[in-house]
């Protein structure tokens, strides 16, 4: 679409074309299986391989620590359901936030059903966790903590260093999904204190089916996906060799370009909510420093959300209302309530978030038109009734 201004990279990203061009032969010409053992396949599995480096590399891992998956969901339901499968003997509690993904959510929830207890840790009104509530909810009978890197609604990055030498304190494994913040801000496994994270790669360039869990040696977790040797015989099924090597690409040209496109998007980021926040009686949701560089989340009283994003789509600008996961339906952000906003404010909130072909003049288009959206629909709102509405 010509003139298109797309500020919704934390649903989704284009493919980086270095990233196409990197994929290209093994969508064509390069096709065999890397698990056959005549030279054809052996180029293939090699690719595999280099990606993998690539992957670890990105997040300061050994390369025999990644394993690829179909996604980010994926990887969390394999995490959550690999170790509840390997500790039932030992307990049937598990830690997680009010605040995490449905995939990490759904999958606590369908263990729940099945006899496991799950407490949910509540955030405050930045959205943080506190690492001390965790060490709290901690009993004998805890086998695992997932707590999120960063929150894709919102964008705020969870103190998940501390809460990773809680775990590892108590002997628990430590579970955290990072697609939000792979490729966007440095992350260190070791540092994060971290058994398992889960990561996507149509979240940092790379095509969508594609991502990683990475699992610290020593852990032990039973296979989600079942039938082949693959992935060290841990997760079965044929390699996705384009996508693999997709997301090796974009994990290279990441760990190349990420300070320097962070600090681009961290201003443009900051002159947007700047300019939002002039318009009377609107507020920034998160935490205002410890957030991802390119999110914006804002709650406008007197304006409904989707009422926002469609009439910002009829001028070809595409932002959400929060999780691309939950887009289709009209229920309030679960993380806005659970950090304390009441649901007028929830359903009256907007998710920019800002990518590496977002420029100062799609800034200014946004700054100059949502002003305008947010004073016609004050003007039809039964219940916004403030001086200048």
Known sequence: MNNLIYLDHAATTPVHPDVLEAMMPYLTTQYANPSTLYAF???ARAAVEDAREKVAALIGADPSEIYFTAGATESDNWAIMGIASATES???HIIT????HHAVLGTCEFLKRRGYEITLIPVDGDGLVNPE????AITDQTVLITI??????????EPIAEIG???????IVFHTDATQSVGKIPID???????????SGHKLYAPKGIGALYIRKGTRILPYIHGGGQESSKRAGTHNVPGIVGLGKAAEIAQATMAEESAREIALRDRLIAGILAIPDTRLNGHPSLRLPNNVNVSIEGAEGESMILMLDMLGICVSSGSACTSG??????????MGLPHELAHGSLRLTLGKDTTDEDIDRVLELLPGIVSRLRAMSPVYEKAGA
């Open 165 to 171: 030498a809680i775990a590892r304190e108590g002997g």
């Open 189 to 199: 496994v070791s540092a994060l204190n971290v058994d398992l994270l889960s990561l």
């Open 97 to 100: 936030s009010t605040i995490e």
């Open 329 to 338: 339906s009209l229920a309030a952000s679960h993380v806005l309530l659970a």
């Open 41 to 43: 396949g052996r180029e």
């Open 148 to 157: 999120m890197h960063s929150n894709n609604e919102v964008g705020v990055i």
């Open 133 to 136: 509530d965790v060490r709290r």
């Open 90 to 92: 030992k307990g049937k």
